[in-house]
């Protein structure tokens, strides 16, 4: 029986992980978007390097295919991994990446998220105004209708995560098909397009 190939990281990788990233950063807010996070493990003997971008308001697959394509380029031209080969995966980060910096929040701004502080508290609450160091959340009281507000220092905070609300989805899902029931009796139809939380190209180096 074949072993299955598995990720491994080491010291070598962190210094490599942070020559990229240094390297990167400046190419990617070129391109109009925001390096999020470089992740460098070895599979096998393949190096996988995994970019992340965004934006402030999101980020669209043509902007992806954009910083995917520029740091495509600045690799091609730099020594920074070496004659080793890769493989390149760009993309948007996931709803289920941590939030670790003020516009991480912001972006999330009228989502539910669950939050650690760094004395092992733990809350769940909706976030509704952010600043450079602290984050406003409302949360529910027992008694139905009834909500509160508090502010977050983000210093507190270990860890916080957007959380999935499925009953506000399957509202939206329902209002859409409303809408769309209303729309069928009319000759001009509108299309609806789907959007994606993730994003993700792959290239080989």
Do not use: C
Not at 48 to 61: E, F, H, N
Not at 104 to 118: D, E, I, S, Y
């Amino acid at each position: 029986m074949t072993a299955r190939p598995t990720a491994r990281t080491g010291p070598d990788d962190a210094a490599r992980r942070e020559s990229v990233r240094a390297l990167l950063a400046p190419v990617v807010e070129a391109a109009g978007t925001e390096l999020e996070d470089v992740e460098l493990r070895t599979v096998g003997r393949r190096l996988v390097l995994r970019v992340l971008v965004d934006t402030a308001t999101g980020i669209s697959l043509d902007e992806v295919a954009a910083a995917s394509q520029a740091v495509s380029e600045t690799l091609d031209s730099s020594d920074v991994l070496g004659d080793e080969p890769y493989t390149l995966e760009v993309s948007s980060p996931g709803i289920d990446r941590p939030l670790t910096e003020p516009r991480h929040w912001r972006r999330n701004l009228g989502r539910l998220v669950a939050v650690t502080r760094t004395d092992g508290r733990t809350l769940t609450a909706r976030v509704v105004a952010v600043s450079d160091d602290g984050a406003t959340v409302e949360l529910e009281e027992s008694e139905k209708g009834r909500t509160s507000r508090t502010t977050l220092a983000l210093a507190d905070v270990k860890r916080a995560v957007v959380e999935v609300e499925f009953s506000r989805a399957a509202s939206a899902d329902t209002a859409a098909d409303d809408a769309t029931d209303a729309d069928d009796d009319d000759d001009d139809l509108d299309g609806f397009a789907d959007d994606t939380d993730e994003l993700e190209t792959d290239e080989e180096g």
